[in-house]
């Protein structure tokens, strides 16, 4: 009886990578955990999260980046908002925080296997399905056709650029860039993601669409996935809320009866179209 | 008290002009000698309007918990008026909260009610602490009145009056458009007597008997909440960066809770008890509020609610403030 | 018993107080040492709340600084303390605080003698008093 | 759990009984302060307050604290946490009433689970809760809305009913069985007059409460009123101050902060409530509940419906605690009976 699931364990901040800088930054941190074995066995799957910890400022809940076939290491890119999230982007190399996890469920990539996927990400939304590219990248024949559908306000803002530009690079898959407003020098799309994604028109039959941004684009972005023809056991989003213990205790995460910690994060839309609660 | 007809057809007829959104007012409780606050939007809303001697409610915090979202584009805000049934304190709330221009005089209609004093709920609580049934409350020349399965009680006003009342210096509000029955005019005085008693005592004996208070407080924020005058967008305490107050609950959070509420109350306390009413610890807040009411009347001559154009408090200084404790 | 030396935390307004004690040093004036100081732009920026909560992170004593009425940089911002101050110690004095605790003090630039002599006033004076442990941070958990 | 053994106390015995408890263990009861009865830890039987209807807050504050250091830790370049070794002592909650011992029963689902808190968990096992009986329920008791009552005994370790010069003792877990195996001596088995005594007792105490809540069909029917004008209505009376949900012994919400003092810190747990906007308020400043009206529909239907739906109870039991300080009197029976007779 004496585990304390609200303690965490250590990590190291190995390596802090700016995604994005000015107004809205967005770092990711590869933390290693401190002690050996518990590294081995810290295993998850994409779309899982983790509560990380910067003693003195807090805890947040952050969807794990990285790709679990990505061993040793895991990676959650933090977007400067809060308090904690500020003081997370003060954090220097070698600093020492705390991590706990992982948490909620996961995207389910086994049943998955044989479809064509469409990603739908919006800012930070990226960070989840960042994990879930990265992982269906690396065992690409195991999926059908794949096109990343992808926008945030301004050709700065747009997360992991490096990684989407390598993917662009790419044959068996379509990446499609967006952003809100024109931008002198951006020769893709312009305009809100769920209209690039209506542009894109990805054809629903035997294809899972996985969304994540703010909750204004995961509501206009599943509309028009019903528009293409997808049905709501076809479409996935992954959500925010407030966190604070991020195993299902403290009562503030719940849509409905569903807590986004531990009932989510991952929730299909036919999941979300009965349950009753505000998002 | 106050005659039911009138008010009702006043509030009636003040439902049936364009400019005014709701009224609120008082209603039968669910049980006991309980009062709750009753919004009417239309004409049928009003029958359940009461006056009685219960209605402890400020009802004058009502226009500032208005949660005002963000609208999108083509609605535009309903900024029609609110209806508000004020007692004489009350009405003083009303006029402090606007003298801040924490809100607008053509915001509210204010139906003024003479008030001849009301009851304290914790005494008749006490006194009959299991009566369930809803109980109505009349004043007949000098007792409350009630009945209760068939037996009259008349019991001398004070030994049920809630101490606000003892002294009530505006008994008819200071503010109002309609003035329900005439007014009343009282030679009352507040003496402050038990705070100057307090005052007299040492700094040990003061220092213990707050601690034992602030020991008890469970932080839940009634007191604020129910306040008129605590209308503050981001409360102190609920701010993260920085954080002046933790939420942990021990004697030095809850005395730096309880030090700044009173203090953030000083010059706009206008005495209505509601924060000692709600408090489900019983902690004697109002002393705290009087103990600054009567400092800030003494040293700067200022009363809180009294006059719309008058400055408040701590937004003007005066060459004359008291000088001797600086060095 | 080694003697109580008390905390004192004084909050200086940048342009007379503040100054005052940069005199005081450079005119190597002997004074306590158990100041510390926290820079504000005027008296007037010392909101209560920043005085309760010195107290219950360990000071015993809190002094704040101001220009003499008349010089403040900002015309009303003494004003506006002295009225503040004066209020929170009536109210700390009815919760049993020795309101000889929080002080102020108008100390203009030219005034190093005055700030020594505040400082060694207000450090007796909460030495005498003895250490404030009515609502400090116990910090334990 | 059926009971197990019948006895009798002569109430000249409680005191001894009471000795006998305060020797091997931290023994709390209903102690009146200043107005307000509540559990506190007592060293002499004197201070109890027997005639107490129901205390201010609920015991579970004295299992699930309002203020609880998680672990504590260092800060600098090499941070380090030391965990917060959880007391085992063993501990008595002596006068717990029957509705607040079954809120414990309900608070349990939440903490066991696939992550066990053992903050609550370890007090929980080493506490022995010694109800009493409610032999004058208050104006807005309604337990029996639940098919429970002042004497049932489900929940508790020994429930005692006073029985005019004695009291009726039921000792209803192993728990119970050990605490009063080593007190034989004070108690007599009972007798059938004692029987009937009880029996006259709890129906006279079951007669006491006339408010009666109707809970029949409560989550389909919620399922179905989602969006129903009657939570407006209710909403615009609601101050949002947290007293409905500090002071309700099933409510288990909380939330977790970092205090520090320059280089050393902890992490604690406080009681929250759902009806402060801060609850749900993201750090990009959207709110799921931005409103009165989305925190209090959520407070019903958490208790109501989601409860219900996740635990298989209703995570209400009757108090009345809210009813009694809701400074607007806002009545949760009302509100429910409401939505009971509401068209859909």
């Given at each position: 009886?004496?585990?304390?699931?609200?303690?965490?364990?250590?990590?190291?901040?190995?390596?802090?990578?700016?995604?994005?800088?000015?107004?809205?930054?967005?770092?990711?941190?590869?933390?290693?955990?401190?002690?050996?074995?518990?590294?081995?066995?810290?295993?998850?799957?994409?779309?899982?999260?983790?509560?990380?910890?910067?003693?003195?400022?807090?805890?947040?809940?952050?969807?794990?980046?990285?790709?679990?076939?990505?061993?040793?290491?895991?990676?959650?890119?933090?977007?400067?908002?809060?308090?904690?999230?500020?003081?997370?982007?003060?954090?220097?190399?070698?600093?020492?925080?705390?991590?706990?996890?992982?948490?909620?469920?996961?995207?389910?990539?086994?049943?998955?296997?044989?479809?064509?996927?469409?990603?739908?990400?919006?800012?930070?939304?990226?960070?989840?399905?960042?994990?879930?590219?990265?992982?269906?990248?690396?065992?690409?024949?195991?999926?059908?056709?794949?096109?990343?559908?992808?926008?945030?306000?301004?050709?700065?803002?747009?997360?992991?650029?490096?990684?989407?530009?390598?993917?662009?690079?790419?044959?068996?898959?379509?990446?499609?860039?967006?952003?809100?407003?024109?931008?002198?020098?951006?020769?893709?799309?312009?305009?809100?993601?769920?209209?690039?994604?209506?542009?894109?028109?990805?054809?629903?039959?035997?294809?899972?669409?996985?969304?994540?941004?703010?909750?204004?684009?995961?509501?206009?972005?599943?509309?028009?996935?019903?528009?293409?023809?997808?049905?709501?056991?076809?479409?996935?989003?992954?959500?925010?809320?407030?966190?604070?213990?991020?195993?299902?205790?403290?009562?503030?995460?719940?849509?409905?009866?569903?807590?986004?910690?531990?009932?989510?994060?991952?929730?299909?839309?036919?999941?979300?179209?009965?349950?009753?609660?505000?998002? | 008290?106050?005659?039911?007809?009138?008010?009702?057809?006043?509030?009636?007829?003040?439902?049936?002009?364009?400019?005014?959104?709701?009224?609120?007012?008082?209603?039968?409780?669910?049980?006991?000698?309980?009062?709750?606050?009753?919004?009417?939007?239309?004409?049928?809303?009003?029958?359940?309007?009461?006056?009685?001697?219960?209605?402890?409610?400020?009802?004058?915090?009502?226009?500032?918990?208005?949660?005002?979202?963000?609208?999108?584009?083509?609605?535009?805000?309903?900024?029609?008026?609110?209806?508000?049934?004020?007692?004489?304190?009350?009405?003083?709330?009303?006029?402090?909260?606007?003298?801040e221009?924490?809100?607008?005089?053509?915001?509210?209609?204010?139906?003024?009610?003479?008030?001849?004093?009301?009851?304290?709920?914790?005494?008749?609580?006490?006194?009959?602490?299991?009566?369930?049934?809803?109980?109505?409350?009349?004043?007949?020349?000098?007792?409350?009145?009630?009945?209760?399965?068939?037996?009259?009680?008349?019991?001398?006003?004070?030994?049920?009056?809630?101490?606000?009342?003892?002294?009530?210096?505006?008994?008819?509000?200071?503010?109002?458009?309609?003035?329900?029955?005439?007014?009343?005019?009282?030679?009352?005085?507040?003496?402050?007597?038990?705070?100057?008693?307090?005052?007299?005592?040492?700094?040990?004996?003061?220092?213990?008997?707050w601690?034992?208070?602030f020991?008890?407080?469970?932080?839940?924020?009634?007191c604020r909440?129910?306040c008129?005058m605590c209308?503050c967008?981001k409360c102190m305490v609920d701010q993260?960066?920085p954080q002046w107050v933790r939420?942990?609950?021990?004697?030095s959070e809850n005395a730096a809770w309880n030090i700044m509420r009173a203090y953030h109350l000083a010059g706009r306390c206008?005495?209505?008890?509601?924060?000692?009413?709600?408090?489900?610890?019983?902690?004697?807040l109002?002393?705290l509020n009087?103990k600054l009411q009567k400092d800030v009347?003494?040293i700067f001559?200022y009363?809180a609610?009294?006059?719309?154009?008058?400055?408040p408090l701590l937004a003007i200084f005066?060459?004359?403030d008291p000088k001797?404790f600086i060095? | 018993?080694?003697?109580?030396?008390?905390?004192i935390v004084a909050f200086l307004c940048?342009?007379?107080s503040?100054?005052?004690?940069?005199?005081?040093?450079?005119?190597?004036?002997?004074?306590?040492?158990?100041?510390?100081?926290i820079r504000v732009m005027c008296s007037g920026r010392v909101n209560p709340m920043f005085v309760v909560n010195a107290l219950q992170q360990g000071a015993d004593g809190v002094l704040i600084g101001g220009?003499?009425?008349?010089?403040?940089?900002y015309?009303q911002g003494n004003y506006f303390a002295r009225r503040r101050m004066a209020i929170l110690k009536k109210l700390l004095e009815y919760i049993g605080i020795d309101s000889r605790r929080v002080r102020m003090a108008?100390?203009?630039?030219?005034?190093?003698?005055?700030?020594?002599?505040?400082?060694?006033?207000v450090?007796?004076?909460v030495?005498?008093?003895?250490?404030m442990?009515h609502f400090r941070r116990?910090?334990?958990? | 759990?059926?009971?197990?053994?019948?006895?009798?106390?002569?109430?000249?015995?409680?005191?001894?009984?009471?000795?006998?408890?305060?020797?091997?263990?931290?023994?709390?009861?209903?102690?009146?302060?200043?107005?307000?009865?509540?559990?506190?830890?007592?060293?002499?039987?004197?201070?109890?307050?027997?005639?107490?209807?129901?205390?201010?807050?609920?015991?579970?504050?004295?299992?699930?604290?309002?203020?609880?250091?998680?672990?504590?830790?260092?800060?600098?370049?090499?941070?380090?946490?030391?965990?917060?070794?959880?007391?085992?002592?063993?501990?008595?909650?002596?006068?717990?009433?029957?509705?607040?011992?079954?809120?414990?029963?309900?608070?349990?689902?939440?903490?066991?689970?696939?992550?066990?808190?053992?903050?609550?968990?370890?007090?929980?096992?080493?506490?022995?809760?010694?109800?009493?009986?409610?032999?004058?329920?208050?104006?807005?008791?309604?337990?029996?809305?639940?098919?429970?009552?002042?004497?049932?005994?489900?929940?508790?370790?020994?429930?005692?009913?006073?029985?005019?010069?004695?009291?009726?003792?039921?000792?209803?877990?192993?728990?119970?069985?050990?605490?009063?195996?080593?007190?034989?001596?004070?108690?007599?088995?009972?007798?059938?007059?004692?029987?009937?005594?009880?029996?006259?007792?709890?129906?006279?105490?079951?007669?006491?409460?006339?408010?009666?809540?109707?809970?029949?069909?409560?989550?389909?029917?919620?399922?179905?009123?989602?969006?129903?004008?009657?939570?407006?209505?209710?909403?615009?009376?609601?101050?949002?101050?947290?007293?409905?949900?500090?002071?309700?012994?099933?409510?288990?919400?909380?939330?977790?902060?970092?205090?520090?003092?320059?280089?050393?810190?902890?992490?604690?747990?406080?009681?929250?409530?759902?009806?402060?906007?801060?609850?749900?308020?993201?750090?990009?400043?959207?709110?799921?509940?931005?409103?009165?009206?989305?925190?209090?529909?959520?407070?019903?239907?958490?208790?109501?419906?989601?409860?219900?739906?996740?635990?298989?109870?209703?995570?209400?039991?009757?108090?009345?605690?809210?009813?009694?300080?809701?400074?607007?009197?806002?009545?949760?029976?009302?509100?429910?009976?409401?939505?009971?007779?509401?068209?859909?």
């Open positions: 009886m004496n585990v304390n699931p609200y303690q965490p364990l250590l990590a190291t901040i190995d390596e802090i990578r700016l995604e994005v800088a000015g107004e809205r930054p967005i770092k990711t941190l590869k933390l290693v955990l401190q002690e050996e074995d518990l590294r081995k066995r810290f295993s998850y799957l994409p779309g899982q999260c983790v509560m990380v910890s910067l003693f003195g400022a807090g805890e947040c809940f952050f969807a794990i980046s990285s790709s679990p076939t990505q061993k040793g290491y895991i990676e959650v890119s933090v977007m400067k908002l809060g308090k904690v999230t500020s003081a997370l982007h003060e954090c220097e190399p070698g600093d020492v925080i705390g991590v706990r996890g992982p948490y909620g469920n996961s995207f389910d990539v086994d049943a998955w296997q044989g479809k064509n996927m469409v990603f739908i990400g919006g800012g930070i939304g990226q960070a989840p399905l960042r994990s879930l590219i990265n992982y269906i990248v690396e065992n690409r024949k195991k999926y059908g056709k794949i096109d990343v559908v992808y926008g945030a306000r301004t050709s700065e803002d747009l997360c992991f650029k490096k990684e989407l530009s390598e993917l662009e690079k790419r044959d068996d898959l379509g990446v499609h860039l967006s952003i809100d407003v024109e931008e002198e020098g951006w020769k893709k799309f312009v305009g809100f993601v769920p209209d690039n994604l209506l542009q894109v028109k990805p054809s629903p039959k035997n294809t899972i669409a996985v969304t994540c941004g703010p909750p204004i684009m995961i509501k206009f972005v599943i509309q028009n996935l019903l528009k293409l023809g997808f049905t709501e056991e076809q479409i996935f989003t992954t959500l925010e809320m407030r966190m604070k213990c991020g195993i299902g205790k403290c009562g503030r995460c719940n849509i409905g009866n569903l807590f986004v910690c531990k009932d989510g994060p991952v929730f299909s839309y036919k999941q979300l179209k009965n349950i009753q609660g505000e998002m | 008290m106050v005659n039911l007809d009138k008010l009702r057809e006043t509030v009636k007829e003040m439902l049936t002009r364009e400019d005014v959104k709701y009224v609120v007012g008082y209603e039968k409780g669910t049980y006991g000698f309980r009062v709750s606050p009753s919004f009417a939007f239309i004409p049928e809303d009003v029958d359940k309007f009461i006056f009685s001697p219960l209605c402890v409610n400020n009802l004058t915090i009502y226009p500032m918990l208005e949660e005002k979202l963000p609208l999108p584009k083509d609605e535009k805000e309903d900024a029609r008026k609110i209806g508000i049934v004020v007692k004489g304190c009350d009405s003083k709330a009303a006029v402090q909260i606007i003298q221009k924490g809100m607008k005089r053509e915001h509210v209609v204010l139906i003024g009610v003479p008030c001849t004093g009301v009851v304290n709920p914790r005494k008749i609580k006490a006194r009959f602490s299991h009566q369930g049934k809803n109980v109505d409350v009349e004043e007949k020349n000098g007792k409350f009145v009630f009945v209760i399965d068939g037996a009259i009680h008349a019991i001398p006003k004070e030994e049920l009056i809630f101490d606000k009342c003892k002294h009530c210096e505006n008994p008819t509000p200071v503010l109002y458009d309609v003035l329900l029955g005439d007014e009343i005019h009282s030679t009352e005085k507040e003496d402050y007597e038990e705070v100057k008693a307090f005052e007299e005592r040492s700094f040990g004996e003061k220092w213990d008997y601690k034992k208070q020991e008890r407080c469970i932080r839940c924020y009634a909440n129910v008129p209308y967008k993260l960066s939420r942990s609950t021990n004697l206008i005495g209505c008890g509601e924060c000692e009413r709600v408090c489900p610890m019983g902690i004697p109002t002393e009087k009347k003494q001559s009363t609610g009294l006059s719309l154009d008058k400055k005066s060459p004359e001797e060095l | 018993m080694t003697e109580f030396e008390p905390n940048n342009w007379c503040y100054a005052g004690a940069d005199l005081a040093g450079t005119s190597r004036l002997k004074y306590p040492p158990n100041v510390k100081v220009c003499h009425p008349g010089d403040c940089h015309v108008w100390v203009s630039a030219a005034e190093g003698n005055k700030f020594a002599d505040v400082i060694k006033t450090t007796e004076d030495k005498q008093i003895g250490p442990q116990s910090n334990e958990w | 759990m059926t009971t197990m053994e019948k006895l009798v106390l002569p109430k000249l015995g409680i005191r001894k009984l009471i000795i006998g408890m305060l020797a091997e263990h931290r023994f709390f009861g209903p102690v009146d302060d200043d107005g307000a009865t509540l559990f506190k830890q007592i060293k002499d039987p004197a201070e109890l307050d027997l005639t107490f209807t129901n205390s201010t807050v609920p015991p579970k504050a004295l299992l699930f604290k309002q203020t609880e250091t998680l672990f504590k830790f260092s800060l600098g370049r090499s941070v380090k946490i030391d965990p917060v070794d959880i007391t085992n002592e063993r501990t008595i909650i002596f006068g717990i009433r029957p509705c607040d011992a079954k809120s414990l029963a309900i608070l349990d689902q939440v903490f066991k689970g696939d992550y066990e808190d053992p903050f609550y968990l370890t007090r929980r096992k080493n506490t022995v809760l010694i109800g009493l009986s409610c032999t004058q329920p208050g104006v807005n008791c309604f337990c029996t809305s639940f098919k429970d009552g002042p004497a049932s005994s489900e929940n508790v370790d020994v429930l005692l009913t006073d029985i005019g010069e004695k009291y009726y003792v039921e000792v209803r877990s192993d728990k119970g069985k050990h605490l009063i195996a080593s007190m034989k001596e004070l108690l007599r088995s009972a007798k059938a007059e004692d029987e009937n005594n009880v029996t006259y007792v709890e129906e006279k105490a079951i007669a006491a409460i006339t408010r009666n809540m109707n809970i029949e069909g409560m989550v389909n029917k919620l399922d179905k009123m989602f969006e129903n004008s009657l939570w407006k209505t209710i909403a615009m009376k609601c101050l949002g101050c947290g007293v409905c949900t500090y002071l309700c012994p099933t409510c288990n919400c909380f939330d977790i902060q970092d205090e520090t003092a320059l280089e050393k810190g902890a992490r604690v747990r406080v009681w929250d409530s759902c009806m402060y906007p801060e609850y749900t308020l993201q750090a990009s400043g959207h709110n799921p509940r931005p409103e009165r009206v989305n925190r209090i529909r959520n407070r019903v239907y958490h208790k109501f419906n989601y409860c219900p739906k996740n635990y298989g109870v209703t995570a209400c039991v009757g108090c009345g605690r809210c009813i009694d300080n809701c400074p607007v009197n806002i009545d949760i029976i009302d509100v429910i009976n409401k939505a009971g007779e509401a068209k859909v």
